[in-house]
């Protein structure tokens, strides 16, 4: 299960990156506390895949440059500063012609954690943020909504709030 989920997000990632962000003129507003939208992530590379039984979604994680080396040479404990991840969300789906295989459905949000231990000392180092839906609108109403983020993340601390552990890929 978890073998066909990663060829699917690798899959995935191909058709995401096929995509140029500068062709798309859409400004996408910044988050309430004043992360701007990482327009560049399409480039990055696959950290690891994830799915969620609680709420039948599936994620990719893709890294930025920082967080690719952190997890190739495991100093992910903790992440280093300059560490981005971004978690791509979907609906999860059965295939139609493959009972067995699920896949994504209906796109869901796109989250950020930007690692800086300076500026985000309240929140692990870490600063969230998440868009929502198709339309990319910025998640919560006031800068206070990172709390609840990290309120999710607190059971994580020894893994520096990070739920996602990179896959190793043979090469």
Known sequence: MILKLFLASLFLMH??????PSADQKAIPSSPNGIT???????????????????????VVLGNDVAINAAKTGKTKPWPDGTVLVKIVWKAKTHEKWQSAIIPDEFVHIELMIKDSKRYTSTGGWGFARWIGNELKPY?????FVYECFGCHTPVKEDDYVFTRPVKIPY
């Open 15 to 20: 058709l995401i990156s096929a995509k140029d």
């Open 37 to 59: 939208f990482p327009y560049e992530y399409t480039n990055w590379r696959i950290i690891a895949p994830s799915q969620r039984t609680d709420n039948n979604t599936i994620r």
């Open 140 to 144: 919560g109403k006031d800068p206070s």
